[in-house]
């Protein structure tokens, strides 16, 4: 059976080393650690800007970088081992500094000095990691030398645990297809980021949640639904809200959308689909 390339780092050149015994390649390579000092980087299919977004990492996050030529980078995710490329500017030199914070605002700027008057530096999705090294006014500082505001952050180990109050803080954002901001988002990204704030450690795609046992126990899909309950159907994934209604970034709409589970399930019936899994994480 041939590895998943979403999760692993093969290609018929060029391999991760760790993968040495798994997968052919001419030549492997450990990769060189680094992070994302984008606000948002893409995540794309291949090393062109019009190749298909499969899905997007925010400020602070680590990567493990393979390749990098022409502008782009092949990297794989530390946080989720995603597999793909990304502008090579997007990324930088790892940092001695721990994670401290993350953004809890849909977004916050980051500035070059502790001053809204500022032109601001970049614009730093919910969910980024952030490095401080101290304060400044109403301002935190990072470990890079820029700053974010105060009110818009929270410490690392706080955690919202009801990971549909946080979907629902995406009512009405546009569905984009690989898109994890308020920027617009898809089904698992809405997914997988709820789960993120809450503390749990998701796979990117809907069928990796589907089948990812560290989430939680695996349920018949017509079971009595509980909030945070997750509903998958072929290729989707929905965050249930109670018995009666769910949560979820769809096609159908192209935004985030709270509606009945009648309503839902009538949608699939009418394509000849159902539910078929329900995966309660606990």
Not at 108 to 128: C, H, N, Q, Y
Not at 193 to 204: F, K
Request: glycine share 8%.
């Amino acid at each position: 059976m041939s590895l998943e390339p979403r999760l692993n780092a093969y290609r018929s050149d060029l391999a991760d080393a760790r993968l040495r015994d798994q997968v052919e390649a001419g030549a492997f390579a450990q990769g060189e650690s680094r992070l994302v000092t984008s606000g948002l980087a893409d995540l794309r299919r291949e090393p062109r800007s019009d190749a298909a977004l499969d899905a997007q990492l925010w400020y602070g996050e680590a990567v493990r970088v393979f390749d990098d030529k022409d502008g782009w980078a092949w990297i794989q995710s530390e946080r989720d081992g995603y597999v793909g490329y990304t502008p090579n500017d997007n990324l930088s030199q790892p940092s001695k500094a721990a994670v401290t914070h993350r953004v809890a605002a849909p977004f916050t700027f980051r500035f070059p000095e502790a001053s809204i008057k500022a032109p601001p530096l970049d614009r730093l999705p919910m969910g980024s990691a952030l490095r401080a090294t101290g304060s400044k006014d109403s301002f935190l500082a990072l470990h890079d030398g820029s700053y974010v505001f105060e009110k818009h952050i929270q410490s690392d180990d706080s955690k919202n645990e009801d990971w549909a109050e946080t979907a629902l803080r995406f009512l009405n954002v546009p569905y984009l297809w690989g898109g994890r901001s308020f920027l617009g988002v898809d089904c698992s990204g809405l997914v997988q980021t709820a789960l993120l704030l809450a503390g749990r450690t998701p796979l990117r795609d809907s069928d990796m949640l589907r089948d990812q046992d560290s989430l939680g126990a695996s349920l018949p899909p017509d079971s009595p639904r509980k909030r945070g309950d997750l509903l998958f159907s072929p290729g989707h994934v929905v965050i249930a809200l109670g018995p009666v209604k769910v949560v979820h970034a769809n096609a159908f709409f192209l935004s985030t959308v709270r509606e009945p589970f009648k309503a839902f399930s009538d949608r699939l019936a009418e394509q000849g689909e159902a539910v078929t899994h329900l995966r309660r994480p606990d």
